[in-house]
């Protein structure tokens, strides 16, 4: 058995467009980044609340760019 333990999701700091949230799930589930961004924007022709979890994402998953205080 090959027990990983899964990749945080965290935004990344470079690499993104908009916010990094396509980028962050791209990373999270082992897809490339084109391919998660062009899924997004086919899927916001068909109806439904893309726009809203998009946003709801951005805010929910932590930027990568955090560093940790010194001390």
Do not use: E, H, K
């Amino acid at each position: 058995m090959n027990s990983t333990a899964p990749r945080p999701m965290v935004r990344p700091r470079r690499g993104r467009w908009i916010a990094g949230v396509c980028a962050a799930l791209a990373d999270r589930f082992g897809v490339s980044r084109g391919m998660m961004r062009l899924l997004f924007v086919v899927s916001t022709i068909l109806p439904g609340p893309q726009f809203i979890v998009y946003i709801a994402l951005w805010i929910i998953i932590p930027s990568g760019d955090r560093t940790p205080p010194r001390g």
